[in-house]
């Protein structure tokens, strides 16, 4: 099966730094990439997401990027705000979809 | 936010106790699943229902079992468990074959505490 490695587990960045963090798979057959944002308290929520068929997708200050040959994907916060701090799921989908376990984001002002 | 609801929010209950989480979805989706979120595993999925039928039992222990009466809700019954099982349970939903398959819709989850 599919298994996702995801890195760093924590990340702690000054505001408007950048920030990045990055997952592998295994699965050559994954074809769909989404992240998810977790703030504390509260439900995960799909923030991006990216298909094998494209290399990279920005929205505003995050965007990911794929390299299906390195089988990695990582998504790239620019501009860090307070409240981008949260833990930030990425998920591979090979007919269903494997979790990393997470990466603890903090913002310090 | 409202598009997956769960209750309740939060339950305590004892080892011997048998109770049971709720899960809705007002989304129109196919596929729902239960997750466990603690400290140890920060995403477990434990089932995945599609279409009512379950695919998917990824080794869950039998004191937790799961049912789809239909697309729109499910349940996870709960007997005899132990205070290792004390979490957060999130279901989610999605729509297999959309535009954005597989992307899951999560609810605010059920505060799990076993005494």
Same mark, same amino acid.
């Given at each position: 099966?599919?298994?996702?490695? !995801?890195?760093?587990?924590?990340?702690?960045? !000054?505001?408007?730094?950048?920030?990045?963090?990055?997952?592998?798979?295994?699965?050559?057959?994954?074809?769909?990439?989404?992240?998810?944002?977790?703030e504390l308290g509260k439900?995960? !929520?799909?923030?991006?997401?990216i298909r094998s068929?494209?290399?990279?997708?920005?929205? !505003?200050?995050?965007?990911?990027?794929?390299?299906?040959?390195?089988?990695?994907?990582?998504l790239h916060i620019t501009e860090t705000q307070p409240e981008d701090s949260a833990v930030y799921f990425?998920?591979?989908?090979?007919?269903?979809?494997?979790?990393?376990?997470?990466?603890?984001?903090?913002?310090?002002p | 936010e409202t598009g997956v609801t769960q209750t309740p929010r939060?339950?305590?209950?004892?080892?011997?106790?048998?109770?049971?989480?709720?899960?809705?979805?007002?989304?129109?989706?196919?596929?729902?699943?239960?997750?466990?979120?603690?400290?140890?595993k920060p995403l477990e999925l434990m089932f995945v229902y599609n279409f009512k039928e379950q695919t998917e039992n990824n080794s869950v222990p039998s004191r937790f079992s799961p049912e789809c009466p239909n697309s729109s809700h499910l349940f996870l019954h709960l007997h005899t468990l132990q205070p290792e099982d004390s979490a957060?349970?999130?279901?989610?939903?999605?729509?297999?074959?959309g535009s954005r398959t597989d992307t899951q819709y999560f609810g605010p989850g059920t505060r799990l505490t076993v005494l």
């Open positions: 099966g599919e298994n996702v490695e !995801q890195h760093p587990s924590t990340l702690s960045v !000054q505001e408007g730094d950048s920030a990045v963090i990055k997952c592998t798979y295994s699965d050559s057959a994954s074809n769909y990439f989404p992240w998810y944002k977790q439900r995960p !929520q799909l923030i991006i997401d068929n494209v290399g990279e997708k920005k929205d !505003q200050r995050i965007a990911v990027t794929l390299n299906k040959t390195a089988k990695h994907f990582s990425c998920a591979a989908r090979a007919g269903k979809s494997t979790f990393g376990d997470g990466t603890t984001l903090t913002v310090k | 939060h339950l305590v209950m004892g080892m011997t106790n048998k109770k049971s989480l709720k899960c809705e979805q007002h989304l129109g989706h196919n596929a729902m699943y239960w997750y466990k979120q603690s400290a140890k957060l349970y999130l279901c989610a939903s999605s729509q297999p074959g």
